[in-house]
């Protein structure tokens, strides 16, 4: 499973690595807080009209702190664009943005140390006084980074809205528009009312339902009822493919359904006149959009929940499946236990879902006197086997019932730690071996070499992990010619303090391909506390993975090595996809109701949906704008596909690759920019956490909740903005 | 601006343009017009005069090209001003998907409107557009006639101080444009201004006190309607129990003191009027044939010196058209 974009904590995530460290930062941040919540409320009592608590602000009051709102907000963004410009320029001159200040103290920082009596120049003022307020590394955080690009693009519509306006009407002229457009646009969000946001959302429930909007779930039963005759219960990893199916289904069918209804609702009550009925009611372009988004969400989630019931029985039951054990497993188990025999008798539960399970006992832990000659008192219990296992009971007749499955539904909490590799002489290196492949997810170490792959964990603690830590591992595997290639590889783990360098070997294993290899680390090691002799006072530990076998190598990557924390509860996790799957649709609603404000309802459903496909891409197109992908740019890619060149070697120089370099330069800029400005729907897809067992951790999805919010609100403002400026009647 | 003016347009023009801005159709040019709280404005002229546009300047709708549109005191781009008015289109665009309640309830909210008020209102409303028996059923199970009665609904859902009316009466039959007119009349009785674009002209002159027409975006004619229908070279008498002498000997008085007599003979009906008479006669008695010719009660001169129409009572013969028809036993009058 691929977890490059994990977050481990969501304030670091927003607000840079040292956001705890600012000196006055959390006083600013609870201050501006307090401000800004006292401010919306009041903005909402007064502007909303809500029951009693409406204070009579007359029309020039109300445009005249509309115009002050409208214009602060103008300066404060100027102020973090040119803010952003001196940073990028200071970097540009080599002078690092923030440095980032790493936890391990006896790391040197990157940048010297400024003597206070030294000129500083202003980029450099403003990354230590941003230091000093914000703590180090404060522009990383994705907070500044959404704040930079809002106030790009606020500062792009403003400036093409002025130049249109000056064409249109002459100068003085359109900066009267430009102010006009301003100041309504704070007071018409000062005076949002919830009543008619909620008047207009219910509206747009209603006209979903009564669009046969259930035809769409019904299609959902129908692909429920008769997905199980095509779902191998029997599959390797039944439980991946059954909650795969039913979240991927949910996602399709869902996505093209709000694709139609949020792109065409408005443009066909423009095209209707039923809009006019609307407007010429006290209700503002805003509330038009925003209750519509609201709307078709809330039918979003609606269905959602549904549907996420549905699947969720529907897994329960398709995986749901019981063995036998006959009597006479059940006696020649028992006939062994009381002859002593070890734990694993041999004995085969009958096939079902094309596997089976062997039969283990466990003794009791007590045994008393008197029970010497009985049949000797344990509990029956299946090994696992495809990723579950069943209880054993006893029934009143003295026969054997299996239960239903356990642990396959599940989900893990892992606890990544940072991994770096040493090379064949057991020196740092920054990445393992390359062996070929093309997918260079994972690096490789080499077996019998002082080759490994360290991974540097933190914050562990006795009181989370008394008995010690449950080691998983999903490792890749390349085998070559020159060691035993048929048999399992074999490799090692030890546990290593990473300021003393204590060390010991915890245990040796064979690898286990393409499934999840689960190890203990005990409390005691050869008579040592793990906790007392391997963990620094920071809670930091160090796990060494090597191969042993010559001439092979393990694959690694971070997150192919983890701590198993504990479980989380599979019900919410599961759920928890759906809220992913909700996330994408909110987004989507959002840019589909903003399109068509200004787009006719084809044209704005097929701009919508390029839209999301490109999301699915923006990683990809982000490596493409930094140069990172193989082929080149577009264009270049372009001329290799055509010439059926391959995309490793470099083209033949000539006026035509010179030609195709400097297009893909100039592509660059606008790819950068989409890739950062476009959603990356799917980054809010969690499925494959889901399916392969993973909990979903909180961190991320309230990530992913803070990004969707993040990019809805610039879009309802250029909806809003569309929808005012635009002549309904026309 | 005067408080008694309700809506007020200065050097009002607006220019219809293609994409790439150049000039299609210049739909209004310069228009001065003022319209007062109380009084009933038409707005006529032939198709493309620059009616709806006015309109929907008004409404704020479209933009001027040029000039400013005041409605009470404000711009017609502020929304604050919708909440004292009320607005039935020419069509009554009103979603199909919703019912009389849910339609009137949803207007409602978004004049703010509370819970209980809207609910009152609303039944109100229902009544009062006789539709309580359709209530329940979707918009898009009415008849023309029934939508353009939910859609006047809708435009008083707020109780507003000025309506506007695009249209009222197309599509309505007989008994029902009786019944818009005389609505509107009430409506003026009440204190609220209106303002109404048709090209029904016998409605407008039933019912608007100040008219004004357009042609090709201009105004060509703003003024009351009983001046401006006055025909000042003529007088009209009208009287009853007359012997076909004492006719006879009117004329020749007439005639010896200098006047001339164009038209002597029964005066006209119009056909609305006796068909409404007719309708009114039948649900009063069923089954019983109602004479065409039967007579009416007369009719009673307002103040104002026009003829007050009274719902439940059939209308009297009143011809006010003199130069439009023939009469079967009198003189063709003359142009």
């Known amino acids: 499973m691929i977890v490059e974009r994990y977050i481990p904590d969501f304030w670091v995530w927003l607000l840079g690595p040292g956001w705890q460290s600012g000196a006055c930062f959390p006083w600013i941040l609870y201050l501006l807080g307090t401000i800004l919540l006292a401010g919306l409320v009041w903005a909402v009592l007064v502007g909303g009209g809500w029951g009693r608590c409406r204070f009579p602000l007359t029309a020039s009051q109300s445009r005249r702190i509309g115009r002050v709102l409208g214009y602060s907000t103008l300066g404060f963004t100027f102020l973090v664009l040119l803010l952003m410009g001196l940073l990028m320029a200071h970097q540009a001159a080599g002078g690092s943005s923030a440095p980032h200040k790493p936890a391990d103290s006896s790391a040197p920082s990157d940048s010297p140390p400024i003597e206070s009596a030294q000129i500083v120049s202003v980029p450099q003022a403003i990354v230590r006084w941003g230091e000093y307020l914000f703590g180090p590394g404060w522009t990383e955080g994705a907070f500044y980074e959404w704040l930079g690009l809002v106030s790009v693009v606020t500062w792009g519509v403003l400036l093409v809205g002025l130049l249109a306006g000056v064409i249109r009407h002459g100068p003085l002229l359109g900066l009267k528009v430009v102010d006009r457009t301003v100041t309504d646009l704070a007071e018409d969000l000062l005076r949002l009312s919830p009543r008619r946001i909620g008047a207009l959302a219910r509206l747009a429930i209603q006209e979903a339902l009564r669009r046969r909007i259930a035809i769409g779930f019904a299609l959902f039963l129908l692909l429920m009822l008769f997905a199980g005759w095509y779902l191998d219960p029997g599959s390797v990893n039944p439980t991946r493919l059954y909650l795969h199916f039913v979240l991927t289904t949910t996602s399709y069918l869902m996505l093209p359904l709000m694709l139609f209804l949020s792109t065409l609702s408005l443009p066909t009550d423009i095209r209707t006149k039923t809009i006019h009925t609307v407007v010429t009611k006290p209700v503002r372009a805003g509330e038009i959009v925003l209750g519509r988004v609201l709307g078709f969400a809330l039918v979003a989630a609606g269905l959602l929940g549904l549907m996420g019931l549905i699947s969720y029985v529907f897994v329960i039951r398709g995986l749901s499946h019981r063995h036998e054990i006959t009597p006479e497993m059940a006696a020649e188990a028992i006939a062994q236990a009381q002859s002593g025999q070890a734990k694993e008798f041999g004995v085969m539960t009958s096939r079902v879902h094309n596997h089976r399970h062997t039969i283990l006992w466990r003794p009791s832990e007590t045994t008393s006197s008197s029970q010497k000659d009985q049949t000797p008192q344990g509990t029956f219990w299946l090994a696992m086997e495809q990723g579950h296992t069943h209880r054993v009971i006893q029934r009143e007749d003295g026969g054997w019932e299996v239960g239903p499955p356990e642990g396959n539904l599940i989900a893990r909490v892992p606890w990544y730690g940072k991994l770096r590799f040493l090379d064949r002489q057991g020196q740092p290196a920054d990445k393992g071996i390359n062996v070929g492949e093309e997918w260079e997810y994972r690096s490789y170490i080499e077996g019998r070499t002082g080759s490994a792959a360290i991974w540097t964990f933190e914050g562990l603690r006795p009181e989370r992990f008394p008995d010690g830590l449950l080691v998983e591992m999903n490792l890749g595997v390349f085998r070559s010619w020159k060691g035993e290639i048929e048999q399992a590889i074999r490799g090692s783990l030890r546990v290593r303090h990473p300021t003393t360098g204590k060390s010991e070997e915890v245990f040796i294993f064979s690898a286990k391909e393409f499934q999840i290899d689960s190890h203990w680390i005990p409390r005691q090691i050869k008579g040592l506390d793990l906790f007392e002799h391997f963990v620094d006072d920071r809670g930091r530990l160090e796990i060494v993975l090597q191969c042993l076998d010559p001439g092979q190598f393990f694959g690694v990557s971070q997150a192919d090595l983890y701590i198993r924390a504990g479980d989380a509860s599979f019900v919410a996790n599961f759920f928890k996809g759906y809220v992913g799957v909700g996330l994408q649709l909110l987004v989507l609603i959002g840019l589909g109701v903003a399109m068509s404000t200004f787009l006719s309802g084809p044209v704005a459903m097929v701009t919508t949906g390029g839209i999301l496909i490109l999301g699915f891409f923006g990683d990809f197109m982000y490596r493409l704008a930094i140069g990172k992908t193989y082929g080149g740019g577009p264009v270049e890619s372009l001329i290799r596909l055509l010439t059926q060149e391959n995309v490793i070697s470099e083209l033949e120089p000539s006026p035509r690759t010179t030609a195709a370099k400097m297009l893909d330069q100039l592509a660059s800029g606008p790819l950068w920019a989409m890739s950062k400005i476009l959603p990356r729907f799917g980054d809010f897809d969690c499925s494959s956490f889901v399916a392969d067992g993973f909990s979903f951790p909180p961190a991320m999805l309230l990530a992913n909740t803070a990004s969707a919010l993040a990019f809805l609100l610039p879009v309802f403002v250029l909806g809003y903005g569309f929808l005012k400026a635009q002549e309904l009647a026309q | ?335």
């Open chain 2, 1 to 335: 601006m005067d408080s008694e003016v309700v809506i007020e347009t200065r050097n009002l023009t607006k220019v219809y343009r293609d994409f790439w801005g150049r000039e299609k159709v210049r739909a209004l040019k310069a228009l001065d017009l003022q319209i007062r709280r109380g009084e009933i404005f038409g707005l006529l002229g032939p198709n493309g005069s620059g009616k709806t546009t006015t309109l929907k300047l008004i409404l704020g709708l479209i933009f001027p090209t040029s000039g400013e549109v005041l409605v009470f005191g404000q711009d017609a781009r502020e929304v604050t001003k919708n909440e004292r008015i009320g607005y039935l289109p020419e069509e009554s665009y009103l979603y199909r998907f919703l019912t009389a309640e849910e339609t009137l309830d949803f207007y409602g909210r978004l004049f703010n409107m509370p819970a209980m008020l809207r609910r009152q209102r609303a039944a109100e409303l229902i009544e009062m557009v006789e539709l309580g028996w359709a209530k329940r059923r979707q918009l898009r199970e009415y008849s023309k006639g029934m939508t353009r009665r939910i859609g006047l609904a809708q435009a008083l859902i707020n109780d507003p101080e000025l309506i506007l009316l695009d249209e009222p009466t197309t599509g309505l039959d007989p008994m029902g444009t009786r019944w818009m007119k005389d609505f509107l009349l009430k409506l003026r009785d009440q204190g609220k201004t209106i303002l109404m674009c048709s090209h029904q002209l016998e409605d407008v002159q039933d019912v608007c006190d100040r008219i004004g027409i357009l042609h090709q975006g201009e105004l060509k004619e703003l003024g009351r309607v009983s001046d401006l229908l006055k025909v000042r070279e003529m007088t009209e008498i009208q009287c009853s129990g007359l012997t076909p002498e004492a006719e006879r000997e009117v004329c020749t008085v007439i005639e010896r003191l200098g006047g001339k007599v164009h038209f002597c003979g029964n005066p006209t009906t119009t056909l609305e009027k006796l068909f409404v008479r007719i309708i009114r006669e039948s649900e009063a008695h069923p089954g019983r044939r109602v004479r065409a010719g039967a007579e009416a009660p007369p009719t009673t001169q307002t103040a104002s010196g026009q003829e007050s129409q009274q719902t439940s009572m059939p209308s009297p013969p009143v011809d006010r058209t003199l130069s439009s028809s023939a009469d079967s036993s009198g003189k063709k009058p003359n142009d």
